[in-house]
């Protein structure tokens, strides 16, 4: 009597469902293991020194009263200039990087230069600039061209090319084939194609990823001074090397208005243009 | 006859720019001129510089990986800061990041995790290390931290807007079901946005990675101590060693968030990650890769 139900349900109540396979759950499983085991690994070898630990507490407490009445006085003279001198080399560099990034971009795209070697050179070359950190960058061009802020204009564009031309390469290559094809098929020439049926495709692609690279240039020319590579990371470095706290929130103050008030440019700026 | 003088006259040039593209070209062009001025960038010094340049790369080749014993613990500790500091950033992240999020949270949650979020955002790594150097000391503890806060600061902001995107049909579901609160996230809102997580997880342990071999520049631990060093000493050729070895280790770190990606997001298997058909899911451009 009771047998009869599930005697009817067994072949379908006897299969098992599952919503991966056994070998997708393998490859899950493994990326568990790893990251488990890299975790764990890290955290029995990772040197702490215990006595910096305890510490800390009341260096914190020291930092922040070394810093807080923030002496504004510091402002004016050397800390605006240094943040001025940020934001020429952000904006030149982003400048020079789109210069340098386009024609790299179109190299990359298959559908604009036809030819597989070219394109993976060209590629090689992006992926070279962006695995590169900025300040590694900054680095070579302060050995190069001494220290300065043409050292970290040049960095922050090499840094950027990579990025601007990935991106710009992607937009050529999703743009529609209908224009161009219209265009071939009246005879237009390689740059017309280009001028007249890739560039209004992919224009506002460009222009947003342009502001986005700047506004991501902005943060790290910040930086760029701790190497030597000019802006307010040099004001910064020396503040810190005087042990002038004080000098230091002011310029931590600086950068973070910067910073803030440059995304909030950028956000209004790509609402209007896209 | 007369339809044809109805049509408006052809334009000379169909693709004529507007006057605003010209003007907004000029400001550009004298804005270059005059920050280049500001700076003292001028062609005779970038001809200078390409003097030194050929010096400079001769001296920086063949790399000399003699002190490898240096070079090692310095890679192992810099992957040490990356591991922990993604792993104790991303739970972090996760809290901060639903909390912010406005159409689940009230304004009185979301508004100071907001705040929270775009602080930790604001400050390049390296500059956060600055502050933890001079708080827990020198070492891998101030470039763990560090990297944690710009992890918090990443995700958090990601999440949010992920959770932002979600449907609300089916936490509304879960919700009329008499649910917890805990049980509308983890079967209404985890399961829309766990895909678009594993992307920027994955994104963020290669960022880290990345910056872990910087951090140590102030003093933050990993190999950017060394790599410093070596510079300010014009050891040259060890310093291309280091940059080699960095950039493999970079490209290696970027295959494996690629192949992670795959499994989560693309259900690959090991059998298919060696099968090139199907692609790695496109990643939206993020924060800097």
Redesign the interface.
Same mark, same amino acid.
């Given at each position: 009597m009771a047998s009869t139900p599930t005697a009817m349900q067994s072949p379908v109540a006897a299969r098992e469902w599952r919503r991966?396979?056994s070998?997708?759950r393998?490859?899950?499983f493994?990326?568990y293991l790893v990251?488990t085991a890299?975790?764990v690994a890290?955290?029995q070898?990772?040197?702490?020194?215990p006595e910096?630990?305890a510490?800390?507490p009341e260096?914190?407490v020291d930092?922040l009263s070394r810093m807080w009445p923030v002496d504004w006085a510091h402002y004016p003279g050397t800390v605006h200039e240094a943040l001025?001198?940020t934001l020429?080399?952000a904006?030149?560099g982003t400048?020079l990087a789109l210069v340098l990034a386009l024609p790299v971009g179109i190299l990359a795209a298959h559908n604009l230069v036809p030819s597989t070697p070219i394109n993976l050179l060209a590629k090689l070359v992006l992926?070279?600039s962006?695995?590169?950190?900025s300040?590694?960058w900054a680095?070579?061009f302060v050995?190069? %061209?001494?220290p300065?802020?043409?050292a970290g204009?040049l960095a922050i564009a090499f840094r950027s090319i990579g %990025?601007v031309g990935k991106?710009c390469g992607e937009a050529l290559e999703e743009a529609h084939a209908g224009p161009i094809e219209a265009l071939t098929a009246a005879g237009a020439s390689w740059t017309s194609r280009l001028?007249?049926g890739y560039w209004p495709q992919v224009k506002p692609a460009f222009w947003s990823?342009a502001l %986005?690279r700047w506004d991501?240039n902005v943060?790290?020319s910040?930086?760029l001074g701790?190497?030597g590579a000019?802006g307010i990371g040099m004001a910064?470095d020396a503040a810190?090397n005087l042990f002038q706290w004080d000098r230091v929130a002011v310029i931590?103050i600086a950068?973070?208005a910067v910073?803030?008030i440059a995304e909030v440019v950028v956000t209004q700026l790509r609402k209007r243009v896209i | 006859m007369r339809a044809a003088t109805d049509l408006p006259a052809p334009l000379d040039n169909p693709f004529r720019s507007s006057v605003w593209p010209r003007i907004a070209g000029v400001a550009l062009l004298v804005y270059v001129v005059w920050a280049c001025a500001q700076m003292d960038i001028s062609w005779a010094r970038v001809e200078i510089g390409l003097e030194n340049a050929a010096h400079f790369f001769s001296r920086l080749f063949p790399p000399n990986f003699t002190r490898w014993e240096i070079l090692v613990k310095g890679l192992l500790e810099s992957l040490q800061i990356a591991v922990l500091a993604s792993a104790l950033g991303i739970v972090l992240a996760l809290p901060i990041g639903l909390c912010a999020s406005r159409n689940l949270m009230p304004a009185w949650a979301s508004w100071p995790a907001r705040f929270l979020i775009v602080t930790a955002r604001s400050f390049h790594p390296v500059i956060v290390a600055i502050v933890f150097v001079k708080a827990v000391g020198f070492g891998a503890l101030a470039g763990v931290l560090a990297l944690t806060v710009a992890s918090i600061g990443f995700i958090g902001k990601l999440f949010t807007e992920a959770i932002e995107e979600i449907s609300l049909k089916q936490v509304e579901a879960v919700r009329a079901t008499g649910a917890p609160f805990a049980s509308v996230l983890g079967f209404g809102v985890l399961p829309q946005v766990f895909s678009r997580f594993i992307g920027f997880a994955t994104y963020q342990l290669d960022s880290n990675l990345r910056n872990s071999t910087m951090v140590g520049i102030v003093g933050a631990g990993g190999i950017g101590g060394t790599l410093f060093a070596a510079f300010q000493r014009f050891d040259y050729d060890f310093v291309c060693a280091i940059l080699l070895s960095i950039i493999a280790i970079i490209m290696a770190g970027e295959l494996m968030a690629t192949a992670v990606r795959r499994i989560f997001i693309g259900n690959a298997t090991f059998a298919d990650l060696w099968r090139r058909g199907r692609a790695a899911p496109k990643l939206q451009p993020l924060q800097d890769d």
């Open positions: 991966f396979t070998a997708q393998l490859a899950r493994a990326v990251m890299a975790i890290s955290l070898t990772i040197e702490i020194i910096f630990l510490d800390a260096q914190v930092l001025v001198e020429n080399i904006s030149l400048l992926v070279s962006r695995s590169v950190n300040l590694v680095l070579l050995g190069i %061209f001494g300065g802020p043409l204009t %990025f991106l001028t007249f990823i %986005f991501i943060r790290e910040a930086v701790l190497v000019g910064l810190l931590l950068i973070f910073v803030v | -």
